[in-house]
């Protein structure tokens, strides 16, 4: 059975790091891309940023460039989500996601299929 699990997120202070994973289980991530995307109270999910399934390649939010960064352990089957500098604003429930796809990775998340349960993530101070 196919699964995503998050973990890494908790209360961090504005200007602070964070790296979250996401673990997959009954299926390898190699042959899939990976997306994580966040939704706060009120607001619709949003993209935040994506790796390709063959050559890494990435895609992110404008919001995230130069702060979010995304990585893939093949041994451990996990995805990670590394979040510096962080903003108020980046408070959300952070969700990893995967789809079957060989090129490329979108940040819309009716692109992705499996979902992960989320995690909380909240920046204050």
């Known amino acids: 059975q196919l699964q995503l699990v998050e973990s890494g997120g908790g209360l961090v202070q504005p200007g602070g790091s964070l790296r979250l994973s996401c673990a997959a289980s009954g299926f390898t991530l190699d042959y899939w891309a990976i997306g994580w995307f966040r939704q706060a109270p009120g607001k619709e999910r949003e993209g935040v940023i994506c790796i390709s399934s063959r050559n890494g390649d990435t895609t992110s939010a404008d919001s995230v460039k130069g702060r979010f960064t995304i990585s893939r352990d093949s041994a451990k089957n996990t995805v990670y989500l590394q979040m510096n500098t962080l903003k108020p604003e980046d408070t959300a429930v952070y969700y990893c996601?995967?789809?079957?796809?060989?090129?490329?990775?979108?940040?819309?998340?009716?692109?992705?299929?499996?979902w992960g349960q989320g995690t909380q993530v909240t920046v204050s101070s």
């Open positions: 996601a995967a789809v079957r796809r060989f090129r490329g990775c979108s940040i819309s998340p009716s692109a992705y299929d499996s």
